[in-house]
């Protein structure tokens, strides 16, 4: 079975190394300032030529509180006003780039991140999804996945109301732990009880999804106290969960200076908290997906990686791979057929081109040949845990082993330690080199050498 794990301590330690989690290849680490509005413009009139269907990202970037864990795009206000002026901004970058597509590109996927999206007041909420509407062909019989993220501190029933009448039907909800000593230490104190609220009100209004996240590694955390948020979190069911590895990297992330480093758990207890974890959550019927994912058996996610139809891209794990991926925002990336580009990640900046009717368009990156292929070839290992060479070489026309030479012994050794399965046709990662499969990938990254294993979390 696609999701079967098998602990192998030994491995883990030997493979366990920093690296990217490969959202997209190349990575945003590659993009440079040659790639500005008028890219972005031809990708998009080319998008509309071939009438691709497409996947709207968001990004809301204010929040009411720090959590000191976080290394997202955010501004900390308690200033509601603020969010009235980014609002108009934005609601200019949908007008602009509206007109750059035809209404007969359906939106099939629609996600609202931040920072906190429900910042945004019920009005405020409204008037962002008219001008969607407005400018965008949104579906409006329930059939795409319409989701956003969720803080239950920011919610209530009323929120969820709006939300499921607006066409939401998938909240994402951030939980972390549930441990009161941790929620002290990364300042975020969230009850049980209002996270179960939001997420009874989600199935009352019949959401067809709540994902939950959770991250081991944070301070004060320990195996046992772990145990039982995971446990608390199983009695609510979510259909999707994600647990991340907490990256500490405070020379990055200002907000994580506050963390104190004697608090964090040691790296046996980590490991102890993802094995447990593990158990715990496939124990109660969720299905391993990969890269700190899990999904019930009937899930999209799970069915689509059944029948090898699984992709990933910016928004994580998704059955919307084959969209072109519009991203508008302070910081938010696009994918539009071969080019990368992301806006300005400074809100100040955003705002100010937005002002005088310009995007904010400000980096990316054309994908090369060698760039589709070795992303064809990650996109496979990290959604699919195999690889068969003929769908490379028949897509490129190339011979795989060839292209390859230079990883090809140190696909051999991972195959000696017991990470994967390599023939002459194909490479299979083992049960033992699910939880690794990130250090498989890596091989085939041509940039990995030349970037700052700083700016990237280890693999477990």
Wanted: charged share 20%.
């Amino acid at each position: 079975m696609l999701d079967t794990i098998s602990w192998n301590t030994d491995l883990i330690h030997r493979y366990d190394q920093t690296g990217p989690r490969y959202t997209s290849y190349p990575t945003a680490l590659q993009f440079h300032s040659g790639v500005g509005p008028f890219e972005l413009f031809n990708a998009l009139n080319d998008s509309r030529r071939t009438l691709r269907p497409l996947s709207l990202y968001l990004h809301i970037p204010f929040c009411a509180n720090i959590c000191y864990y976080c290394a997202c795009n955010k501004v900390i206000t308690k200033d509601r006003s603020r969010s009235e002026l980014y609002l108009d901004r934005l609601t200019h970058e949908i007008a602009i780039l509206g007109p750059h597509l035809d209404r007969r590109q359906r939106i099939e996927q629609l996600h609202l991140g931040g920072g906190t999206p429900t910042f945004l007041n019920h009005d405020q909420l409204r008037r962002l999804m008219a001008a969607l509407r407005q400018n965008f062909s949104l579906l409006d019989d329930d059939s795409g996945d319409y989701g956003i993220e969720l803080d239950p501190r920011e919610a209530d029933w009323s929120s969820m109301g709006l939300l499921r009448e607006l066409g939401f039907n998938r909240v994402s909800v951030g939980v972390q732990d549930f441990d009161p000593a941790v929620q002290r230490a990364i300042n975020r104190l969230q009850s049980l009880e209002q996270t179960r609220t939001i997420i009874e009100a989600a199935r009352t209004l019949q959401f067809r999804s709540v994902n939950i996240d959770l991250i081991y590694g944070l301070p004060k955390q320990t195996p046992a106290s772990f145990d039982r948020t995971v446990a608390e979190v199983i009695s609510l069911q979510p259909d999707r969960l994600s647990v991340f590895n907490y990256a500490h990297l405070p020379q990055r992330f200002l907000p994580q200076r506050r963390i104190n480093n004697s608090e964090l758990p040691t790296a046996a207890d980590k490991l102890a908290m993802l094995q447990q974890t593990i158990e715990q959550l496939t124990g109660a019927g969720y299905r391993y997906i990969g890269m700190d994912h899990f999904a019930l058996a009937d899930d999209e996610l799970t069915c689509a990686q059944e029948d090898g139809r699984l992709q990933r891209n910016f928004q994580g794990y998704t059955t919307h791979g084959h969209c072109d991926l519009l991203g508008l925002g302070v910081s938010a990336i696009s994918q539009i057929g071969e080019l990368y580009s992301q806006n300005s990640s400074d809100l100040t900046q955003y705002q100010n081109n937005l002002e005088i009717g310009q995007l904010a368009t400000q980096r990316g990156l054309h994908c090369s040949t060698d760039d589709r292929i070795r992303r064809t070839v990650i996109q496979h290992l990290i959604c699919q845990f195999k690889l068969e060479f003929a769908v490379i070489e028949s897509q490129f026309n190339l011979d795989f082993r060839a292209y390859f030479s230079a990883v090809w012994p140190q696909l051999q050794q991972m195959a000696t330690d017991g990470l994967l399965d390599l023939t002459d046709s194909a490479i299979h990662i083992r049960p033992t080199g699910r939880l690794l499969v990130r250090s498989v990938c890596m091989l085939f990254d041509h940039y990995l050498a030349e970037q700052n294993s700083q700016h990237f979390s280890r693999v477990i």
